[in-house]
């Protein structure tokens, strides 16, 4: 029983996500709610759902795998200088192949941005933050929620590319050869993002023990 609210919080994270993007379902609330209401419910459930999670996480029996050093910190918080980057440059994005996408009638396949190098990059960099979580934090809930975590950006990689093909038929393959093909650029919108995603960084910082209890500095 001591594990009862860790496994039905794991239930209710992956049914949140699952369920209500199928198709049948999602047309159902896009009817219902439209799709800039189901966008806002699924936000806030998705929120609520990964604050349980997180919350039954640290309510979890305590099993040490190994122990925290030092080091593991320093890797953590030089990987999530990639992650802020990504998500720097992928939020508000157009982006046609993946979800979360802006404006997806917009996208430029000769100026992709952060799409020429990933059709994916806000599930790369949730798998990447993932990854880096799961070195200082040793014991065996913590473990298992950021390994899953990762294994589930990269399963959402594939689901979210075989509904996209389905959609847009030949269409996929034919603005990802563009995308791929496309010059490296760097504009000053570029310089913008790669502002934003220092002060995501250093917001992260400062809101992780508040959050968290835990400080990455320390």
């Not at 604050?51 to 080091?71: E, F, K, Q």
């Not at 990639?82 to 046609?96: D, M, Q, R």
């Not at 950021?146 to 399963?155: K, R």
Request: charged letters at 10%; a positive charge.
């Amino acid at each position: 029983m001591a594990w009862a609210e860790f496994v039905g919080a794991f239930a209710a994270f992956f049914l949140s996500h699952s369920i209500p993007v199928r198709p049948p379902i999602r047309r159902m609330l896009d009817r219902s709610i439209g799709s800039r209401g189901f966008t806002l419910v699924y936000s806030a459930l998705s929120l609520c759902v990964l604050a349980w999670l997180i919350g039954a996480t640290g309510r979890a029996p305590y099993v040490s795998l190994w122990s925290w050093a030092p080091w593991q910190n320093y890797v953590m918080l030089a990987v999530m200088v990639l992650v802020c980057l990504l998500l720097a440059f992928s939020i508000g994005k157009p982006n046609p192949f993946s979800f979360g996408g802006t404006r997806n009638d917009r996208f430029d396949p000769n100026a992709p941005g952060i799409v020429r190098f990933s059709r994916h990059p806000l599930l790369v960099a949730l798998c990447i933050w993932a990854l880096a979580h799961v070195l200082p934090n040793g014991d065996l809930a913590h473990v298992l929620l950021f390994v899953v975590f990762a294994a589930f950006a990269l399963a959402g990689q594939t689901i979210i590319d075989r509904r996209k093909q389905q959609q847009m038929g030949s269409a996929w393959a034919h603005l990802w050869m563009q995308a791929r093909a496309a010059p490296i650029t760097i504009s000053a919108r570029s310089l913008v993002r790669l502002a934003a995603a220092l002060l995501l960084y250093l917001v992260f910082i400062w809101f992780h023990p508040q959050l968290f209890g835990v400080s990455p500095l320390s």
